[in-house]
């Protein structure tokens, strides 16, 4: 995978630039806007991580001009800005992920695989924990070889789970996704579903965080809880 | 008894309008008594002449001059004599051809002026005398006019005048209680300001509300306005500064942090090397989290352009972070719980009330024993929102409950690492919001924290 790097400091453009390095990609990095401008004309970058400060012009305004021209290539904003205005004007800009300094490296790399999988449609791939395997074109639901129904509801639900794992999806997130009606009175539904869904796939794979929500962790929990 | 001691306004007001009292009635007093003493018996020379006439014209009938000449005498006494103190009333001696014909019952014989028409004192009688004679142009009459030492004459003239000057030396101290009153009341608008000014709390830096119509107010009033927005211009720069620092540090943490882990992962580290590695990993990690925290307590503080006031479901808002929190709790294999009634609103900034959940959720977890549960409970009380997060930890001692929530303060046996300013940023935001935060023991008597806050709910529109 080809990447562009955007960043003008030195020390964590070299640090991102020899970490991807390591993992097998192959990195162009300019450090100003217009050497960007330049390296998106002539080359064929797959994912650009853009920095925002740059000290020959605003990184959102090349996003901006990227995005008139091509549409499809990822863009990873990184950023010291936090406040939460900054990065909705950054998503809202165009780029499709928007990460704080400082970020750790794992992250990084976590975001920069799940952009280049969706741009390259790589979403076709079921996705896999732990001998539980979903494939959403398809709807078709494994585990450890063995084939599930599943109702749409509980398709939902685990698909929804899954593609956010190791991150706990709130009650109130899987309500609005996964029931018919959106959150209402009935606060049981979810519940529901979710129990008939561990009937169906088995115990070990969804953990419950009482009053918060539901998590599906890739490591196999300890102590079997 | 110490305020009655310093000075005030109001007295020295009082003692200017007294001491201008003071200086009038003194004057009046001082012109009364030239003039009193103008009207001097014993410089005009009409007594003389009188008493001289009726020597002359009598002279040749001793019995009815005696008894006229007494008359007269008693007459002087009463019109210029005390009464009650005959040593104080003038009298006459009358002589002709050299010998006593009257002398008045209270005056020594021996007195004697060495010159016609001038004053001269002596002693006499153990007393001092001050006498004129005059003597009548056409026969050898001659009379004195005595009057009994200086002094008393003063306070003659003083008593027998006495009826004018006493209701005014009476007056003065029920003059000045409408003095006081009318003072005060005038004094008004000056104590409104300073109870406005007095009644303002340690942050607010608007400009005074009151709008003074007097001319003596208003360059006070301006000169505090002015002096409060530089005051707030200066914070706003100093935060701006703190702000902008913090800022600027994310960049070199994130390159620390980006090249360690570049380190980190890749093959051939033995152990040691490793170690190392992750040391400084979570050196960058408490750095980050404290330009972040820095940033959250500027933001917080900050009074230049406020966030926008949204209403927030704050179930949802709480149920939000714990989701978003409860993975690093799991890496420290901490549970965290939520039971929380649904439908809590509030009126709020959505950030910074974020800010203050992830720092308690955070301290919960933090000091919670390894398997425990972290408990976060949520209900309405009365046009209150009250939210509880209770850990089964060390808990903090009650003596340093009020001490943690300063900033950079760390308890003298912290093992924990953390920068000092989660609570610090935890109360700026609850203040902000008009709530309050409580640190308390569990009911059960059990070891750990519980901690309470109190925010009003969204009132219905």
Redo the contacts between chains.
């Keep these: 995978m080809k990447i562009l790097l955007v960043e003008d400091?030195l020390?964590?453009g070299?640090?991102?630039r020899?970490?991807l390095l390591?993992?097998g990609m192959e990195v162009i990095w300019v450090r100003r806007v217009d050497d960007a401008e330049r390296a998106l004309e002539s080359g064929a970058s797959d994912l650009v991580l853009l920095d925002l400060?740059l000290p020959d012009g605003d990184g959102m305004s090349l996003l901006a001009r990227l995005r008139r021209r091509r549409r499809a290539l990822p863009v990873l904003i990184l950023s010291?800005?936090?406040?939460?205005?900054e990065r909705l004007r950054g998503l809202d800009s165009g780029a499709d992920d928007y990460l704080v300094?400082?970020?750790?490296?794992?992250e990084?790399l976590s975001r920069v695989r799940a952009l280049a999988r969706r741009s390259y449609g790589l979403e076709d791939e079921a996705i896999e924990v732990r001998g539980l395997s979903l494939h959403e074109p398809t709807r078709r639901v494994r585990v450890h070889g063995a084939p599930v129904e599943l109702s749409r509801s509980e398709f939902e639900l685990l698909s929804h789970l899954l593609k956010r794992a190791?991150?706990?999806?709130?009650?109130?997130v899987l309500e609005e996704q996964v029931l018919p009606g959106g959150p209402g009175n009935d606060?049981n539904a979810l519940d529901v579903h979710v129990s008939n869904l561990r009937r169906k796939i088995g115990e070990g794979y969804i953990r419950t965080?009482?009053?918060?929500?539901y998590?599906i962790?890739q490591a196999a929990p300890m102590d079997g809880r | 008894m110490r305020r009655w001691v310093r000075p005030t306004l109001l007295r020295r007001l009082l003692l200017a309008q007294a001491l201008v009292l003071a200086l009038l009635w003194s004057l009046a007093v001082g012109l009364f008594l030239a003039e009193a003493s103008g009207d001097n018996l014993y410089e005009a020379q009409s007594a003389h002449l009188a008493v001289i006439a009726v020597a002359q014209n009598l002279a040749d009938q001793p019995a009815r001059q005696y008894d006229t000449l007494r008359a007269f005498d008693l007459a002087l006494r009463e019109g210029y004599g005390d009464k009650n103190e005959p040593g104080l009333a003038p009298g006459i001696l009358v002589r002709q051809a050299g010998r006593l014909v009257y002398k008045s019952d209270n005056v020594p014989a021996e007195l004697r002026n060495t010159r016609l028409d001038s004053s001269e004192t002596m002693v006499a009688q153990g007393r001092r005398w001050r006498f004129v004679t005059r003597q009548s142009a056409i026969s050898d009459t001659r009379v004195t006019l005595v009057m009994p030492g200086g002094g008393w004459q003063l306070w003659l003239t003083f008593s027998s005048r006495g009826y004018y000057l006493l209701p005014l030396m009476i007056s003065i101290p029920f003059l000045l209680l409408p003095a006081w009153i009318s003072i005060r009341l005038a004094l008004r608008p000056w104590r409104q300001v300073a109870g406005e000014i007095a009644a303002r709390g340690p942050r607010d830096l608007t400009p005074l509300s009151f709008k003074p119509r007097h001319e003596e107010l208003r360059p006070l009033v301006e000169s505090i306005n002015a002096l409060m927005q530089r005051l707030r211009a200066s914070t706003a720069r100093e935060q701006s500064f703190i702000a902008d620092a913090a800022h600027e540090l994310r960049t070199p943490v994130a390159a620390m942090r980006i090249n360690v882990e570049a380190l980190q992962a890749q093959r051939g580290l033995d152990p040691r090397q490793g170690e190392l590695l992750a040391g400084i990993v979570r050196g960058s990690d408490r750095a980050e989290r404290l330009v972040g925290q820095l940033l959250q307590l500027m933001r917080s503080n900050a009074e230049t352009s406020p966030p926008p006031v949204e209403l927030l479901a704050l179930d949802l808002l709480v149920q939000e972070r714990l989701a978003a929190l409860s993975g690093l709790a799991h890496a420290r294999n901490v549970e965290l719980e939520l039971s929380a009634e649904a439908g809590v609103s509030i009126s709020g900034e959505r950030e910074s009330l974020m800010s203050m959940l992830d720092n308690l959720i955070d301290n919960a977890t933090k000091y919670s024993p390894i398997g425990g549960t972290v408990m976060v409970g949520l209900r309405r009380d009365a046009g209150h929102a009250i939210l509880t997060v209770a850990d089964r930890g060390r808990g903090i001692a009650p003596a340093l409950r009020s001490r943690v929530f300063d900033r950079f303060f760390r308890a003298p046996d912290q093992t924990q690492t953390g920068s000092g300013l989660g609570l610090a940023i935890v109360r700026s935001v609850i203040e902000k919001h008009g709530g309050r935060i409580e640190l308390g023991d569990h009911g059960d008597g059990g070891p750990g924290l519980l901690v309470t806050v109190r925010l009003p709910l969204a009132t219905e529109k």
């Design positions: 400091d020390d964590l070299n640090g991102i020899v970490a390591d993992q400060g010291a800005r936090d406040a939460l205005g300094k400082p970020f750790a490296l794992a990084l190791d991150r706990v999806v709130t009650r109130r606060s965080v009482r009053g918060i929500g998590v962790d």
